[in-house]
């Protein structure tokens, strides 16, 4: 599952036609690509205010226009202090946060939580459903395993793995509606929302840009998960490029968003090391074990929160699965499995029925 305590390190890629802000995660690489063709003199006077916070351990980068620099500023560092408050609710690396709080006393009573919290409990226990576990936010006890274990430089065992498993499943989280609060069926179970949080936050940020009147901006929570709203100046759509598994320099494809969200989930700059052997950092809440199938897998939704859990439920499910469970949402994806030999790559781009294909090959952009 993705975390929210990864790192991040910038590069700067400069194709001959075009600027491109790259961010490159311990998930992902998804590359803000501007053209710079002249646009309509009335849009190309607007002004463009850009920030970037490091918040949920992560750099979250906002860039907005509008009519007025002063009225787009504040309305970005109101965004910003959503995603604050986001972090503040769902981190578990911060013992004073509400989930923290959930973790440690939720196997003995009941714990009330805000609507925020109860709200994305609620909708991760639905997307558990629809996914059939391979998305699960009570994976948190199976994560802290394998860290664990890593760090001993040795597998989980056997007798381990089924230990951790029974303390993770949907089924260990109760929701109780009518007390907006949350309870564990046992002592062990620990929620982590690192699949999702980001996404969550990056739909709140973008609520409030519109409730400000913003119609072009670009929030992204790392590169992780970005949402665009509507398209810069003189453009169709933001152009968003994704990094080849395999090749740090390269493009696996562009992607041309508008009014959506795009997030992927993979394990090539995150793969540990135990024992000698290569272990993907990505884990299958369903068998407790690191997911070998896949590179990548990217999705296209209507909202970062739904693309970002999806895209690491398809990186469990595997491209079979995982493909026919996107056909069936109506979503866009680009699903990057791994073949018989060695560093082979299986690529299947599922595009939305009745709608334009939303990206291009990564190398003929870079023409």
Known sequence: MKRNGNRNRKQIYRPATMLCLCLLTALCLLTVMHAVAPSHAADHELPLVQRAHYIMGTVF??????????????AVEEAFAVIRRADEIMSDYREESELSRLNREGAGRLVPLSADLYGILRTSVDYSR????????????????????????RRLDEAERRRVLALVGHS?????????AARFDRPGVRVDLGGIAKGWAVDRAADVLRRRGMERALISSGTSSIYALGA??????WKIALRH??????????????????????DYEQTRTI?????????????????????SATVIAPTAEESDALSTAAFVLGLDR?????????????????????????VRKIAAAGETVPWADGNDERR
């Open 275 to 295: 024992a000698g052997k290569p272990v993907s950092h990505i884990l299958d809440p369903r068998n407790g074990m690191p997911v070998e199938t896949m590179w």
């Open 232 to 237: 810069p100046p003189g453009q169709t759509a």
């Open 245 to 266: 598994p395999l090749r740090e320099d390269d493009l696996l494809a562009v992607v041309s968003l508008r009014d959506q969200s795009v997030s992927t989930s993979g």
């Open 172 to 180: 260990r989280l109760s929701l109780e509606e009518s007390a907006q």
């Open 61 to 74: 980068e906002i860039e907005a226009y509008g009519e007025d620099a002063d009225q787009t500023a504040a």
């Open 322 to 346: 995982a493909e026919r469970l996107l056909r069936q949402r109506g979503l866009s994806a680009i699903l990057v499995g791994k073949g018989s030999r060695k560093n082979e790559m299986v």
């Open 130 to 153: 629809l996914t059939d576990s391979a998305f699960d936010v009570t994976v948190g006890a199976l994560v802290d395993a394998w860290r664990q274990a890593a760090k001993r430089g």
